[in-house]
């Protein structure tokens, strides 16, 4: 099962066919910019009535779908964090996992984290390759025909 799971993903990290220089800015603005790129090239397809590739359609839909899931885990653990600020012992965990590292540029592990994620689906994407993210890009692929 593993095997087989890592042969999917070794096949979703090769470049596709007949891809564009700018379907590849596009793809990497889209998550550079949380989807606003995407979502505005879909807008200009609709009225120009054009066909948008599958490997534009794939990182535009993942792009705007993590945002909008970053959207929902930050709300989720901002109430968390309001909880658990009020007992004593264990509000300093939010704290730590928010305070500023000196050799990460004064991000925070969870900025750090969230950046290297954000680099990497940017960089895949103008390369010309279907970034892979468990559980989100399967959606995606289901959603869009992939697979």
């Known amino acids: 099962m593993t095997l087989l799971m890592n042969t999917e993903r070794m096949i979703s990290l090769q470049p596709s066919r007949q891809i564009y220089p700018i379907e590849r800015i ?5 998550y550079l910019t ?18 948008v590739t599958p490997f534009l359609l794939y990182h535009i839909l993942q792009s705007i ?3 909008i899931l970053y959207f929902l885990i930050a709300t989720f653990a901002e109430l968390i964090y309001v909880i658990l600020y009020r007992i ?4 300093a965990i939010p704290y730590l996992i928010n305070m500023p590292l000196p050799i990460a540029h004064g991000l925070s592990i969870i900025q750090l984290i969230t950046t290297a994620i954000i680099l990497y689906l940017a960089i895949t994407a103008g390369m010309g390759l279907y ?9 995606i ?3 869009t025909g992939r697979k």
């Open 26 to 30: 596009i793809s990497a603005a889209s």
């Open 34 to 51: 949380a989807g606003g790129a995407g979502f505005v090239w879909l807008i200009i397809a609709a009225i120009l009535k054009k066909h």
């Open 65 to 67: 779908f993590l945002s």
């Open 88 to 91: 004593p012992v264990i509000n």
């Open 131 to 139: 970034s892979y993210i468990p559980w989100v890009s399967d959606i």
């Open 141 to 143: 692929n289901i959603n």
